[in-house]
Each structure stands twice: as structure tokens, then as C-alpha cells.
């Protein structure tokens, strides 16, 4: 018999084995261990979750110390010379340490030395210059010279060689490295693998900058697991984002999980849906109850609040004791008239968006943190708290910010996500029990963006507008 309970509304906050080796094959990069929350500070809706996650899976990492990865700590030269050598060694050897454990000697004060050694031997041209800096926190421009030639071509081809040689010669694209840029071939060599896409629509790179320890997994991941790497995604358009996208399309799509049992899997089955433009989630646990599927419908929502520009923020599900469960998402709001009302959102999210550039308040020479600025100074001057909205008030969805200029916060962070991710830009939601906002990486660094907290009367619009994830922390009182 099926069963049946009403929506809920979103309230949570998220929380090996051995393979024979084959001498000098991409068949040794297999994921020998299974990530289950070893790294305190790597929660699932961290922008690095499926890097670190994968990271640690491909045994390529054990975090800084104890239990912590370590995930807005510059990496230093040496480690970035670790990490190259492990990724040779499980290619050559199938062992990560097998390669680099060969040239340890005595006395050494560094143990980046015997990776050093180790990728010398293997005549990986490092710049000497490097030795000396063993100890210092690496720019990115160091990074990809360390990382462009630990593979061979056959283990690393080129995918989008076209794509890279054409918006580099037009000045289109990647206009921060130049060939006066200390190696400016190795970082374009990475493009044109995958490795990299660079920060905003023009493919931004910044050499010169520090490279965080996130930053590095995600470079790293994409070495060695192919479904990591990532596509171009510059445009010579004035205005790149076409007239007819839809809002499935802004999702970067998941991996399909019948069962999902952790909240990554959870998270990667509700983008597979939405990016499918569907609302229904069906699953298959080998039995259920009510607590159990309770559990995860409240997992559920949880994952798909993470995408409030979708305006989905209720569920119900159906499930039979057998272990079929059916989940169908909603909106509090609207229930029959949300896909128009999506579509609507969508329209005039354009709408905004064309004319702001028209204006010349967007310009091509913007970085992602000013473009992120010009939205939220757009979004506090055009919209107003609705102080009087209740449960199923429409200012509950982004449509209402954009069409009635009323908004409470899951309406402000889905209107304002919206409007980043037309520009590229990769945005998420935050959330405690009463209240959400929008975690976005800007030119390569992670930020929370409060946009109703800066149209309120909390404080200055300044204070809440790129605040580091420490200081969210602090001013949103999450521990």
C-alpha cells in the first residue's frame, strides 16, 4: 500500500580497496577509498566537495593534519610538487609513493625534496628556480608548470585545442596571460586539456595569484579522472548568454543515484533531475518506512534548496514498503502554475540582465566580483522585504523580485543566483533554520552575498556583500 505525508518545508543544514597495477597506464587512477566525511571542514555544499571528496578517494590526499583538509590554506610550492609526484607515481607504478619513495636521503629537511628528485629522474622539466620557494606559498602560474607535463600527451590529450588557440590569438579569451606571463605555455597547455577554465566568461586566469588548497584539488582531480575536467565557457558575445536558456541548463548536471546514501550523492541525483528538467526524483531503497523515507525527503529538499533560482521549496513523496519512493518538488507558493511562473522568472531575468549591459553598467572588462556587485546593487535597489508574507506568499519565489519588486530571503538568493549564473559565474545557496543566501566563487575565491540582509536594516549593503565564509559565519551566527 502506498503512503502518502504533506510537503515539508526546507529547514536542514547540510552536513578500498586495491586494484592490480598496469606500468604506465591512466587504468591505475582508480578510486581505492570512500569518502565519509574524513575532513571536518570539506562540507557537501563547499564549490571543492567533489574535488576534495575525490582527492582523498584516489589516495592522492589525507588532509593538512587530523581530520581537516584545509580548504582556504595556500599551497606551497612543495606541496604542489607532493601532489605532481603522487599523480606520476599512480600512473607509472599504480602506488603513489612507490616513485618518490626512492629518493628520500638522509638529512633531508624537506620532504618535497624526494618528490623533486623523484620527477627529475622521470625528466619532468621543472624550473629550477622553484627549489628555493619549496616552503613558499605557490602562485597559479607555478601550479600549472609544475602539473603540464607530470602526464604524457596520450594520458592527458588535448580536447579543446581549437577552442583555446582561437579565443587566445582573438584576445577573446585568457586576456590575463600573456607571453611576457612566467609559463604562459603550461598554463594554456592545461586549457586546451581540460584542467582549467579560468574564473569568468573570458576565461580570466590570474597567474599572479595564491592558489588555495581547494583551488588545487580541483586541478589536480581533473588530472586523473576525465569526468572531472572542464570545457571553455568564454563567448565574443557583448552579451553571452542566449535569449532562450532555460533554468535547466544552468544546472551542471549529476550522476544518477537509485539509492543516494550520503548528501553528495543526494545533491549529484537532484541535479541529474533538474538538469533534465524534470521535478520528480525516483528512487529505490531496499525497504522504507515512514522515518526512513521521511529522512530522505528531508535530504532531499535539503540538496534541492542548494538551487533556489529553481523555486522549488516543498516536496511530497509517495513510497510503497517494497523501497519505491517517488519525490516531487514544488513551491509553497504555486502548485499546478510554477512552471509558468519559472519561465516568467527566467524572462525577466534576461530582461534585467540585457538591459544593465545596454546601460553600461556590465562591461566586458569586469571581473566576476564587480559583475557580482552591479547585480546585488541592482537587486537591493529594486526590491523591498515583505515583511507580511506568509508561507505561501508568492516572495517566496524569485519570480516576485522581479515582478512585484516584493521578496523575502529564499526569493532575493534564487532571483539574485539566477542572475550570476547568466553570467557564468558558479553560485550556490546557504542556509541556516530561518534563513538563505548565496555562496558564489568570484575570480577564483569563495564569498557570501547576503542580498536581503543588505536591502534590510541589519547594517551597511557593504557588510554583507562578498563577506568571507568566517565572517558569514560570524554575522549569520552558525557555528
Known amino acids: 500500500m502506498k503512503k502518502r505525508f504533506p510537503a515539508l518545508l526546507l529547514a536542514l543544514c547540510l552536513l578500498s580497496g586495491s586494484a592490480l597495477a598496469i606500468k604506465d597506464s591512466t587504468e591505475n587512477f582508480i578510486r581505492t577509498k570512500t569518502y565519509a566525511g ?8 563547499s564549490v571543492f566537495f567533489d574535488n576534495v571528496s575525490a582527492l582523498y578517494e584516489y589516495g592522492l590526499s589525507v588532509g593538512t593534519s587530523g581530520s581537516v583538509y584545509g580548504l582556504t590554506d595556500p599551497l606551497t610550492v612543495g606541496q604542489a610538487v607532493i601532489f605532481a609526484g603522487r599523480i606520476r607515481s599512480l600512473y607509472r607504478t599504480g602506488d603513489p609513493e612507490a616513485g618518490p619513495g626512492q629518493f628520500g636521503r638522509k638529512g633531508d629537511l624537506s620532504t618535497a625534496m624526494r618528490y623533486l628528485r623523484y620527477l ?18 605557490a602562485t597559479r602560474a607555478q601550479m600549472a608548470h609544475i602539473l603540464a607535463s607530470v602526464l604524457p600527451e596520450e594520458a592527458l590529450p588535448g580536447i579543446h585545442d581549437a577552442a583555446v588557440t582561437e ?18 605555455r603550461d598554463i594554456l597547455a592545461l586549457y586546451r586539456k581540460g584542467i582549467c577554465m579560468g574564473s569568468d566568461r573570458r576565461g580570466s586566469f590570474h597567474p599572479g595569484s595564491l592558489i588555495t588548497r581547494g583551488a588545487a584539488a580541483a586541478m589536480l582531480t581533473r588530472m586523473v579522472d576525465p569526468a572531472l575536467r572542464v570545457a571553455p565557457a568564454w563567448s565574443a558575445d557583448a552579451v553571452p548568454a542566449p535569449a532562450g536558456v532555460t533554468l535547466s541548463q544552468l544546472v551542471e548536471p549529476g550522476r544518477y543515484a537509485a539509492a543516494p546514501a550520503t548528501p553528495a550523492e543526494m545533491d549529484s541525483s537532484v541535479r541529474f533531475m533538474l538538469a533534465a528538467g524534470s521535478n520528480q526524483l525516483k528512487l529505490n531503497y531496499p525497504s522504507l518506512t515512514s522515518d526512513s523515507a521521511r529522512k530522505v525527503l528531508k535530504d532531499a529538499l535539503s540538496a534541492v534548496k542548494q ?7 516543498s516536496a511530497a513523496c509517495t513510497y510503497t514498503a517494497q523501497g519505491s519512493m517517488t519525490i516531487t518538488f514544488s513551491s509553497t507558493a504555486v502548485q499546478k502554475e510554477l512552471p509558468a511562473y519559472r519561465q516568467a ?3 525577466a531575468a534576461l530582461s534585467v540582465r540585457q538591459k544593465l549591459w545596454q546601460e553600461g553598467r556590465l562591461t ?21 522585504y515583505d515583511s507580511a508574507a506568509n508561507e505561501t506568499a508568492l516572495s517566496h519565489l524569485p519570480y516576485s523580485l522581479f515582478h512585484k519588486g516584493l521578496a523575502v530571503c529564499d526569493g532575493y538568493t534564487g532571483a ?9 559565474i558558479q553560485c550556490g545557496s546557504r542556509f541556516s533554520s530561518d534563513h538563505i543566501w548565496t555562496s558564489a566563487v568570484l575570480d577564483g575565491t569563495e564569498y557570501h552575498i547576503d542580498t ?21 559565519r560570524l554575522y549569520h551566527g552558525i557555528s
Not at 574524513?38 to 555544499?45: E, G, I, N
Not at 579565443?167 to 604562459?184: K, L, N, P, Q
Not at 543566483?417 to 547568466?422: R, T
Request: with cysteine.
Open 307 to 313: 538551487y533556489s533560482e529553481q523555486s522549488y521549496n
Open 364 to 384: 566586458s572588462s569586469m571581473s566576476q566580483w564587480e559583475i557580482a556587485r552591479v547585480y546585488y546593487d541592482w537587486i537591493c535597489e529594486n526590491c523591498t
Open 345 to 347: 522568472t527566467m524572462d
Open 38 to 45: 574524513q575532513f571536518s571542514d570539506l562540507k557537501p555544499d
Open 452 to 472: 536581503t540582509w543588505g536591502d534590510g536594516a541589519r547594517g551597511s549593503r557593504e557588510t554583507y556583500f562578498a563577506m568571507t565564509p568566517a565572517q558569514s
Open 167 to 184: 579565443g587566445y590569438a582573438t584576445h577573446r579569451a585568457i586576456t590575463d596571460v600573456t607571453e611576457y606571463t612566467s609559463y604562459y
Open 416 to 424: 539574485y543566483n539566477l542572475l550570476l549564473k547568466l553570467e557564468g
Open 120 to 137: 627529475r629522474a622521470e625528466a619532468i622539466p621543472l624550473d629550477s628556480a622553484l627549489e628555493p620557494l619549496l616552503d613558499r606559498p
